[in-house]
Each structure stands twice: as structure tokens, then as C-alpha cells.
């Protein structure tokens, strides 16, 4: 009698074993959803793993449950889905259940009864393109490697505005005349408006988008003619890697080096490292582009594990726009006076301005200046940021767990009148800049401005159209965005991001200065990027400023290997989570005590416990540990932390690789 191994969406590292009933005898197989009686529930999901006979010394089949039916007619899973769910359970530390369930884009999510349908996109013509002499030797490399049918690795290393895209539609244009198909990422959803613009008229229907905002039974659509082979083009954030195409001639990874691609809650993975494993489980090319690849990448590059093609000018040889980094130790408000002067003149020239600042909302900080009393979120205890949206009342809301309150009048501590508002958000610099120039059209792009459906690309047209004057967004407005008739990009606080307490900051800082400064200037008219800074001398602006990547890798590598972190070292950021401040400390306690028992990892490191950077989440007490390894050391240190059983009441969360500690 043979049974079935079933892996369910829980954190428990383990699979289980089900009777298959008379009814189901000849149709399940590998790769199904299945429903199955699990602990006191009497239905739950899972998914079949494999089929096998009762082992010597297991349970006898008697004393097993039976499995309740299947989900769907047919497995949603194929074997190298069900093996890339094994390689992200090892990679990430996450169990096999979890994994199976992130490897099948639609989670948990039941089938619709109707179909969904969308009216037939008109298929444009493209306008022709003739590429440049980097595009040429670029294909020159990759057309042959697609074309060998095995699994080959390359890093796009192209300037803003050099034309990445017209390498990435023509590596799917040879992909889809073998009869393979093409995954290609973005790290925002807003980038897929654009991305669909660009490929609509050369690929037409069989071109799809993925993303978050979709309804279910349009995800649902989607998924079916992914799987029918009716859909061979696919444009979407990190989901979107895991939609069945097969067979499967490329995976390209856009701005390869954003932290989107990295998902912030179990399984931990990332799209970078997923797709690579995908790319050589179906013999697929393998493409990252970004203008400022990750260091991880840059490492890999520079030993041969991965074949850079460079990209230097921008198509048309356009110029690069001029940058300057303003002072703000001399400035008397956070709007320099030579940034003023720009965006007045821009306006008048009938032109496009935008504003970065990395921080929505109005103010980050309410005090009131009677007692000092705090506004802070009840679950996090972060202090709650002020909203002003354009119609309803002001709201405190906190960007942790989105703990929303209304705005106290009086303080409710002393009943004083009087609030002391500090920390500008990009609402209210919306509102600033409406108040120095009245005249003008302003858009804000942050999270707040795009809620609801369909939100990034009725901003994304309001933009292209040019029916905004000023732009002011936070970082969705600094990724891949091509729009022709914007020439100034102003950055407010270019040292936010230097100051958080992560060894990537500096790296961060670079990556985005480069980025949103990449958007002025990409047309005719020449291109302009003030970066107002109080930190004019540090080598992550100035290499910004140059446009020197490599400089900037030169630094920030000595500073890493001196560091001992990454990529010369592993690292793995573990969360112990309690309802009470004690048993998560005493927890993280007993996690560093087993982490020291037994014999020596030589080359190990555990830094903590200590509090969490948010001491407090949505009503949790968190501590932290980081486990800091050499590279040979990594695998043994991770076999001895997955082993760690926590007590009671105690939830412990392992993140490989950590983009951040927050």
C-alpha cells in the first residue's frame, strides 16, 4: 500500500505520511494540493511530496490517517518545482511545507468557480532599434549561451539610460523562437506599467504581468495560460519566479541589486538566489542587470563565477547629467537655496522635476511640549508617524505594523493644546514645495499615494504624460523609470540612509543615489541631479557623484574584509520572538548556550543576545542574535542552529543572508 508524504504551510521542519484511500488510489501523485485531516483540524492543505512504501520501523499503515481528496484534478507542482522547494527549505532554514507553498505562486488560495477573462491587448508596432556597439557585444556572448541549452550566468553591468531593456527583449525574442519561454523580474510592481510598454508590441499576448495587486482570479488566469503554454512572457516582482513555465529559456533579473527581491518574512528567500537555482534546474540563462550590481555579485563576477558584460554609455551616446553635492552645513532650511533656483527653473522651462526622500507621511515625531509626552504605537512602541491625506482626517500610523490611531486633542497626558512636530515625510514636502510654487502640478509616489488597485500605473501615466510638473516619492521613484521630459532629480536628505545601523549602509546610500539620479536627463534635454548632504566628503556621495562604481566597491571591500563581513563572511540574523520582555531574553539566552555546547566551530561568531532594533512588533518582544561564520564554517554552524528547539512560548526565526537587521 503505497503512502504519501505531505508537507504542510507550518514551521514545523517535518513532513508526514497519509493512506491513500481506494478513491484516490490511481490519481494522486507528486506535486498535488491535497486535503488531509491534520492535528484538530479536520481539512488542511497541503501538498504531496512524494509517494512511497510503508519503511521498516515506522508507523504501520493502520495507524496512519487518510488523505480527504485532492484540490485540484491535476498536481500544480512538477519535479523541479517540488526539488527547488527542497533547495529553498535548505537554503533558507524554512521548513519544506513552507517552501512547497512559496514555490507554488497561489499559496493557499482556492480556484475560482468562473474563470476570469480581461479583454485582448492591441498588439503596437515597436518601434525599430538599432542597438548600440555595447548591446552588439553583449549578444554577441549571450545569443550563443541561450542557444547551448544549458544553464549559463551573466551580469549586465549597465549605466542608467544605456539600453539594458533592448538586451532583455531581444534575449526573449531568441528564447521564444526555440520554443522556450522567458521570466523577467523587477524589484516594484510600479515598474511593470512601463516594462509592459516597452515589450506589449513585440511579444502581444503572449505577454503577461504578475503582481500583488492582481485579483485572484485574474492571478488565477494567469497561472492557467502559464501552464497551458499560451503565455511565454512573464513580467513581474520575485513571485513571479515561481509561475510554471516550462520549458524555460532565460530568468533575467532587473536591478538585480534591490532589497525587494529579498522577502521580509518566512521563508527568507531570495529571488537572486532562487532563480539561479531555478535557471540551472531547466538548463536556462541566467541574466542580472543592475548599474550597480550588489557586491555579492560584484565578488562573483571578479571570479569568474559569473560573466560580466559591460554597458558604459547611454544609447545615442546621451550625456550623463551633471551632479553636485550641496553643503547643507551652510543652508538655513532643508530646501537649498540652489535647489530652489533649479525647480523654478525647470518650471518655467516647462519641464519635469523630482524630489527624493526615502520617508512617507507628514511628521515622524510628535511631542507635545507641555509634558513631552510621545505619540507611540501601542504594539511597537516606535513613535507613530503623522498622515495628512488629501481628503479625511489626519491619522498616526505606524510603519511597523500599521497600527493607525487618530490625532490627539489634548495631549492625553497633561491635556495641554500644543504639539511639537519634527521629521519631514514626503507629505509634507509635497506641502512645502505646493506653498513655493502654487502654480505648479505635484504628484506624490509613495506607498500611501498608490494604495488600492492599479494605483502604479495611474501614477506612472499622470508622470509619462506629463501632466506632473514635480514629482516628490520616496524609493519607488528611483528604480528603471524612463520618462523623457524630466531633466532634475533633487535629493533631500542624502544621509538618512547612511545613518542606520546596518554594515550595508553605505552600500544602500550608493545604489540609490546612483539610481535616482539616473532618471534626469534620459531624453534629449540635458540632465541635472542635486544631492544635498551634510556629509560632502564621504566616498559613497563622491563615487555617486562620479558615477564610479568601482571606486566605491574599492572602499567599501576594504571596509568589509577588515570587518569581516560580508561577502567574506556568512551571516544569519535569528529572531527570538516572546509575548513577555523576559522570556524573549531568556529565550535568546538558551539559544547562544546551545550554540557554545558541544565541540568548537572554529571560525564561528555570535554577536548577542541583545534587543532587537524593534524592541517591540505588533505586540511581540524581540531579541536578536547574529551568527557570524567563515565560509567553510557556514554549513556545520547552520546544522547546529536548525537543531535548536525552542522552549515554550519562545518562536525562533532564522534569516540566511540578512538584507537588513531590522
Not at 564554517?633 to 518562536?651: E, H, I, Q, Y
Request: charge should be positive; include cysteine; hydrophobic fraction near 40%.
Amino acid at each position: 500500500m503505497p503512502l504519501a508524504e505531505v508537507g504542510f504551510p507550518i514551521p514545523l521542519r517535518r513532513v508526514f505520511d497519509y493512506k491513500i484511500p481506494p478513491a484516490l488510489d490511481k490519481s494522486v501523485r507528486p506535486g498535488h494540493r491535497v486535503w488531509a485531516p491534520f492535528g484538530r483540524r479536520a481539512r488542511q492543505m497541503g501538498i504531496v511530496l512524494r509517494l512511497h512504501e510503508p519503511e521498516a520501523g515506522g508507523l504501520s499503515p493502520s495507524d496512519l490517517k487518510e488523505l480527504d481528496g485532492l484540490v485540484e484534478p491535476e498536481p500544480v507542482l512538477e519535479s523541479r518545482d517540488l526539488a527547488l522547494a527542497h533547495w529553498m527549505s535548505q537554503r533558507t532554514a524554512c521548513s519544506l511545507g513552507e517552501a512547497l507553498f512559496t514555490v507554488f505562486p497561489l499559496g493557499r488560495r482556492q480556484p475560482p468557480k468562473r474563470p476570469s477573462s480581461r479583454p485582448l491587448r492591441v498588439k503596437e508596432s515597436p518601434t525599430p532599434f538599432q542597438p548600440t556597439a555595447d548591446q552588439s557585444n553583449a549578444l554577441k556572448a549571450l545569443l550563443p549561451a541561450l542557444g547551448s541549452n544549458d544553464h549559463h550566468r551573466f551580469l549586465l553591468q549597465g549605466v542608467a539610460a544605456s539600453g539594458k531593456t533592448e538586451v532583455y527583449r531581444r534575449v526573449i525574442s531568441a528564447a521564444l523562437e526555440t520554443g522556450r519561454g522567458a521570466l523577467l523580474l523587477v524589484p516594484e510592481i510600479g515598474l511593470t506599467p512601463q516594462m509592459e510598454d516597452r515589450l506589449r508590441g513585440w511579444f502581444g499576448e503572449t505577454l503577461e504581468i504578475w503582481h500583488s495587486e492582481m485579483a485572484d482570479g485574474e492571478r488565477w488566469r494567469v497561472w492557467r495560460r502559464v501552464r497551458e503554454g499560451t503565455a511565454r512572457v512573464i513580467v513581474g516582482p520575485r513571485s513571479a519566479l515561481f509561475l510554471p513555465m516550462a520549458p524555460l529559456g532565460t530568468i533575467i533579473l532587473d536591478e538585480e541589486h534591490d532589497t525587494s527581491y529579498k522577502q521580509d518574512n518566512t521563508p527568507h528567500y531570495h529571488a537572486r538566489d532562487m532563480g539561479e537555482e531555478k535557471a540551472r534546474l531547466h538548463g536556462a540563462l541566467f541574466i542580472l542587470g543592475s548599474a550597480t550590481p550588489s557586491l555579492e555579485t560584484h565578488v562573483r563576477a571578479q571570479k569568474g563565477e559569473i560573466q560580466r558584460l559591460v554597458l558604459s554609455r547611454r544609447v545615442e551616446n546621451r550625456p550623463f547629467p551633471t551632479v553636485r553635492l550641496v553643503d547643507m552645513r551652510k543652508e538655513g532650511w532643508y530646501f537649498s537655496d540652489s535647489l530652489v533656483s533649479a525647480l523654478r527653473e525647470r518650471l518655467e522651462r516647462g519641464e519635469q522635476s523630482m524630489l527624493f526622500l526615502n520617508r512617507r507621511g507628514y511628521s515622524t515625531h510628535m511631542e507635545c511640549q507641555g509634558c513631552g509626552w510621545v505619540a507611540r504605537c501601542p504594539n511597537c512602541q516606535v513613535s507613530l508617524v503623522l498622515h495628512r491625506p488629501t481628503a479625511g482626517p489626519a491619522t498616526l500610523r505606524c510603519h511597523s505594523c500599521d497600527h493607525a490611531a487618530p490625532l490627539p486633542n489634548p495631549c492625553p497626558a497633561c491635556s495641554g493644546p500644543l504639539f511639537k512636530m519634527s521629521g519631514r515625510g514626503t507629505q509634507r514636502v509635497a506641502a512645502d514645495v505646493a506653498s513655493l510654487f502654487p502654480k505648479a502640478r505635484i504628484l506624490r509616489w509613495d506607498r500611501d499615494a498608490v494604495a488600492g488597485r492599479h494605483g502604479h500605473e495611474r501614477i506612472y501615466r499622470e508622470v509619462n504624460e506629463g501632466r506632473a510638473d514635480m514629482i516628490i516619492g520616496t524609493q519607488m521613484i528611483a528604480q528603471g523609470h524612463d520618462f523623457p521630459h524630466l531633466t532634475l532629480v533633487g535629493v533631500l536628505d542624502a544621509d538618512r540612509s547612511l545613518s542606520f545601523p546596518d554594515f550595508r549602509a553605505a552600500e544602500r546610500t550608493f545604489q540609490l543615489l546612483m539610481q535616482v539620479a539616473g532618471r534626469a536627463g534620459r531624453a534629449e534635454r540635458p540632465g541635472e541631479v542635486l544631492i544635498q548632504t551634510r556629509h560632502p566628503d564621504h566616498y559613497a556621495l563622491r563615487a555617486a557623484a562620479d558615477r564610479n562604481f568601482d571606486a566605491f566597491a574599492t572602499n567599501e571591500m576594504a571596509y568589509r574584509q577588515e570587518s569581516a563581513y560580508p561577502p567574506f563572511t556568512r551571516m544569519t540574523h535569528v529572531l527570538i520572538r516572546a509575548r513577555t520582555e523576559k522570556s524573549a531574553e531568556e529565550g535568546s539566552e538558551t539559544f547562544v548556550r546551545w550554540m557554545e555546547d558541544g565541540p568548537p566551530l572554529i571560525g564561528a561568531v555570535y554577536l548577542g543576545p541583545a534587543p532587537a532594533f524593534h524592541r517591540v512588533k505588533a505586540g511581540w518582544a524581540q531579541w536578536q542574535v547574529v551568527l557570524k561564520s567563515s565560509l567553510e564554517c557556514f554549513s556545520p554552524m547552520m546544522a547546529r542552529a536548525n537543531s535548536f528547539v525552542p522552549p515554550t512560548g519562545v518562536g525562533v526565526g532564522l534569516d540566511v543572508d540578512p538584507e537588513g537587521m531590522a
